[in-house]
């Protein structure tokens, strides 16, 4: 990937092929599937279009992608199978944004085909000559038809293995089949590098002098690989990965080695698997490579005289293996990962890549269209590039390119991700230790893990470490050498050392965790952790010592800003103007500016002004002349009316009106009249709507609006009735106490309700009407309700301590047990327990006055007793005793008590539930309230979640409630 030097842009990128893996095209191992495009595009083609290409089938059929007995395509995770025939659609629409058009390729799923065909092609042998013969001309005819070439020349060219003037020599049957596979393989490779090429195409991006530009290169390299029948393709890929450790084990080991040396910095030495040799056994001239291509240069060149050669310049060699047999057929070595042992047989084929100039010639004369004819380009014809083809060996051409690879990692950093082999059986979730460890061992892993623990990982050059630790230097050091004051080269070394030397004193650190080189600081993973946690401590600490500042200096300039307005004669205040302009300011306007503006303009400047009225008109002109029409204008008047009442109206009083379905217009006009608090709006009149021009639809809203929050202010009368609040012993005589009954009014009602309040209505009588003039309560009124309240709490604190009464105190039995009832009583008033259900006692009459929410129970029948419903809350009792009769045995004899029901509340004079005597915990006062609104009717969980809400404030929780008339 190239990217732009100054801005990091990417401008381009470019791929490169290293040494396809031909031998698949022709075989797969057990379990491997061959290349994926042959699956996808016989699971991707149409009936019609496998039809045309030599009547396609599946992949069961086809010796060149059946061999593996793997038919199926598994996802990174090892289990999702992929669909070819999805994969095939991608792949063409791949194609399709990459620019290759139709015709192009369906020749490339000709050719494709072709190879297909070709594989399954099977030869024979003539008894009497012991030459080839071709034992399926059906499948030689079909190929001929697909590639447009001539049937009875592509057939010699596997049959004939040379011709001359003089003699002609035929092919034994595994020669032509040597000659088939290399067919396939040379069409395959050539399409393979036409499509990479025509990517580079497509993402080359700008072009621009490598001085101007970056790159980041990823190399995507094939593993080290030890089968049980190792060929020339495992040599040149172990060959590529040998040279890869090498650069490894020099970047990592060689090069660390040599910057402590160069930095005067005592580095533990660490011994490794040094590979260059093995490398330079495979690659130096006279080596194996080397030896390859000199035997493929003679004529009567073979497999065995390769093999002795490789026997007679290696066998001194360490990393060589001459196996004990005399044959020549094979040869080991020693790689860094394992001990590979090579079968030398067609590896002179292999290398020269055979394929004869004939097929050159044939192919090139194809009648298919030109990409067919540009595959195969003849020896020593023009290529597309205007160069000359020219045959080069499949060893020299790999070797060329590793060593320009390379040396192309020598000039970049390097970076390095190893994939490691969980187990050899390839089985998921299984790790075999013995097995992976030998891996770390032989890639260095291991080692390189010592080296860094051993060596100093992190390297500072000295002006960094400087600017990034000077905050933790000696306070001397720090003032000598302010932020913007850097040291001269000499000096940091020094600087340096104190940094080190002082954290040491704090830290603890040994002296050989860290070093001073001459050009940077060489430190381990522990110390750079302990320095940066004093770095963080010292600057958390400037930040506060900053901070402190920082508040003084804006407490002096808050000050300063009040004594500056303190000495400043007083001004009157002024709000936002809002503007009305009549339909003569409108007109006035328009002829005014009919002069330097179009009639189009002045016409929309007319209607914007009728429309918001309370806007300047030179806005409103310069708003119309701005924009290109009529609904462009009103949205940006629109925009500025909503920013403009957001600025002057409150939030609360902005919420009021949307809720009352107001307009913005109609919200301008109240601001602009001076109605900017909701006390004002719920004392709105139906007059003062109507001269305002309110609408059907926003006198409605407003109404309910009116409505509501004077059925919130019944509901909190009545719950403040229905709670009374006790006084304190003696607060009666204390005057202007908030409990004193004798207490007068203040003048003008400040701390009464609001104008026009009758009070809360009665049993039975109706609510005052929306229309009367409402408003809530004042903040006195709500002083006055919070001090009532801690006067009460402190009365209950006082009667906390009350006992039961001492029996011993009463001359007879029936006096002991009136005065512990009373007592009993009073509790249960108090809120002391669980509501009881009442007992009747001896010599009692007794008169019960039930209140609770919801429709009143139905009135008993003479003779029986008033039956409570146990599937609800029982009510709250509040008792009026009678002193009568006794009754014998504690049974009812004459009329049973009378129940008077009251829906809304107790009747005045009630003794109110929480009467002093009793202190309740905060916990407790919660679960009192709690029963007692669920037992007015209302839900449990709702009852909670408002008292939590408001915390405690059971006004602001019945008005969460949503209580109204």
């Known amino acids: 990937l190239k990217f732009e030097k100054r801005s990091g842009v990417i401008i381009g990128a470019v791929m490169e092929t290293y040494l396809l893996e031909k031998s698949r ?61 999805k994969s095939f659609q991608e792949l063409v629409g791949a194609m399709e944004g990459c620019g290759i058009d139709q015709g192009t390729r369906w020749q490339i799923w000709t050719v494709l085909a072709s190879i297909l065909h070709l594989q399954t092609m099977k030869f024979g042998t003539n008894p009497n000559t012991g030459k080839s013969t071709i034992a399926s001309t059906d499948i030689l005819e079909k190929v001929a038809t697909l590639m447009g070439v001539d049937a009875q020349k592509l057939a010699d060219s596997f049959l004939v293995k040379s011709k001359t003037n003089i003699m002609t020599t035929m092919s034994t049957q595994s020669e032509a089949e040597d000659m088939r596979d290399a067919v396939s393989k040379a069409l395959y490779s050539a399409v393979f590098d036409w499509l990479v090429g025509k990517l580079n195409e497509c993402i080359a991006g700008e072009s621009v002098e490598d001085a101007e530009s970056r790159y ?58 040094d590979n260059a040799e093995c490398v330079a056994l495979i690659e130096k001239p006279g080596g194996i490579m080397s030896l390859l291509d000199e035997e493929c240069g003679f004529k009567l060149g073979t497999s065995e005289g390769f093999t002795k050669k490789t026997w007679d310049a290696c066998n001194k060699s360490p990393f060589f293996i001459q196996p004990k047999s005399t044959k020549p057929t094979e040869f080991g070595m020693h790689h860094y990962a394992d001990d590979v042992t090579y079968l030398t047989a067609g590896w002179l084929e292999k290398n020269a890549d055979t394929l004869k100039d004939e097929v050159r010639e044939i192919v090139s004369a194809s009648t298919v269209g030109d990409f067919v004819r540009s595959l195969l380009p003849v020896v020593g014809a023009a290529t597309s590039t205007g160069g000359r083809f020219k045959k080069t060996t499949v060893s020299s051409k790999f070797k060329t390119q590793l060593q320009a690879l390379r040396t192309e990692l020598g000039k970049t950093q390097s970076h390095f991700i190893r994939c490691i082999k969980p187990n050899p059986e390839c089985e998921k979730g299984r790790i075999n230790p013995a097995y992976v460890l030998s891996q770390l061992n032989s890639a260095g892993v291991v080692q390189t893990i010592v080296m860094k623990r051993e060596g100093y990982p992190i390297r500072l050059p000295h002006k960094d470490f400087w600017l990034r630790f000077r905050c933790i230097a000696p306070v001397g050091r720090r003032k000598q050498f302010p932020p913007r004051a850097t040291p001269d080269a000499a000096t940091l070394p020094a600087l340096c050392t104190e940094i080190l030397n002082l954290a040491q004193r704090v830290h603890g650190f040994k002296p050989k965790d860290s070093a001073i080189g001459k050009t940077k600081v060489f430190l381990r993973p522990g110390v750079i952790d302990k320095l940066e946690r004093s770095r963080h401590v010292q600057i958390r600490h400037f930040f506060y010592q900053v901070q402190s500042v920082f508040h003084k200096y804006v407490t002096w300039r808050r000050a300063e800003k009040e004594r500056l307005r303190a000495l400043r004669p007083p001004t009157p205040e002024s709000g936002p103007q809002f503007v009305e302009n009549s339909e003569a300011d409108i007109s006035e306007a328009a002829r005014a500016a009919s002069g330097a503006h179009s009639s189009d303009v002045v016409k929309r400047f007319e209607a914007l002004a009728r429309l918001f009225p309370h806007f300047d008109a030179p806005v409103i002109l310069e708003i119309s002349s701005q924009t290109p029409n009529m609904e462009v204008a009103t949205g940006v ?275 109110p539930p929480n009467a002093p005597g009793h202190t309740m915990s905060p916990d407790q006062q919660y679960k009192r309230e709690i029963e007692q609104l669920v037992a007015m009717g209302f839900d449990k969980k709702r009852v909670t979640e408002c008292l939590v809400k408001t915390r405690g404030d059971v006004n602001q929780a019945l008005t969460k409630l949503g209580v109204s008339v």
């Not at 083609?45 to 039809?51: F, G, I, R």
């Not at 084990?249 to 660490?270: L, S």
């Not at 008169?847 to 146990?870: D, E, K, L, T, V």
């Open 637 to 911: 008047l629109m925009d500025m009316q909503k920013q403009r009442l957001d600025n002057f109206l409150p939030r609360s009083m902005k919420l009021i009106l949307e809720l009352a379905g107001l307009r913005p217009e109609m919200q301008e006009k109240l601001a602009s009249k001076g109605i900017d608090s909701e006390k004002q709006v719920f004392q709105l009149r139906e007059s003062d709507m109507a001269e305002f021009g309110f609408n059907e639809q926003e006198l409605e809203g407003t109404r309910k609006l009116i409505l509501a929050q004077q059925s919130n202010w019944v509901a909190r009368e009545r719950f403040n009735n229905l709670y009374q609040l006790a006084p304190m012993r003696g607060a009666q005589s204390r005057p202007g106490s908030a409990v004193s009954p004798n207490r007068a009014p203040p003048p003008g009602g400040a701390r009464g309700p609001p104008p026009g309040w009758r009070g809360p209505p009665q049993h039975g009588q109706r609510p005052p009407s929306a229309t009367s003039p409402q408003s809530p309560k004042t903040a006195q009124m709500r002083a006055d309700e919070e001090m009532a309240r801690r006067l009460a709490q402190q009365e209950r604190t006082q009667m906390a301590q009350m006992r039961p009464p001492n029996p011993s105190q009463y001359q007879t039995e029936q006096e002991r047990r009136d005065a512990h009832y009373a007592w009993q009583l009073q509790q249960q008033q108090m809120g002391r327990g669980p509501p009881q259900h009442h007992q009747h006692h001896p010599g009692q009459t007794h008169q019960h006055q039930h209140m609770q929410r919801g429709p009143p129970y139905p009135p008993p029948q003479q003779g029986q007793h008033a039956q409570h419903h146990h599937h609800q809350p029982p009510p709250q009792h509040y008792h009026q005793h009678q002193q009568g009769q006794p009754y014998p045995g504690g049974a009812h004899r004459g009329p049973p008590p009378q129940h008077q029901h009251y829906q809304h509340g107790p009747p005045r004079g009630a003794p």
């Open 216 to 273: 980041v290169g990823l190399l995507d390299i094939f593993g080290f690989e030890n089968f049980r029948v190792n060929s020339f393709e495992q040599l040149c890929i172990n060959y590529a990965n040998e040279g890869l450790q090498n650069h490894y084990n020099k970047y990592t080991f060689a090069e660390d080695y040599a910057e402590c040396e160069r930095e005067g910095i005592p580095c533990p030495f660490v011994e490794y698997p």
């Open 25 to 85: 095209i022709v075989q797969q191992a057990e379990g491997e599937r061959g290349y994926h495009v042959f699956y996808e595009m016989l699971a991707g083609l149409s009936a019609q279009e496998k039809a045309k290409l030599g009547g396609l089938t599946k992949p069961q059929d086809y010796s060149a992608i059946n061999q593996g007995n793997m038919y199926h395509r598994r996802s990174t995770d090892g289990t999702t199978i992929l669909d070819d025939n």
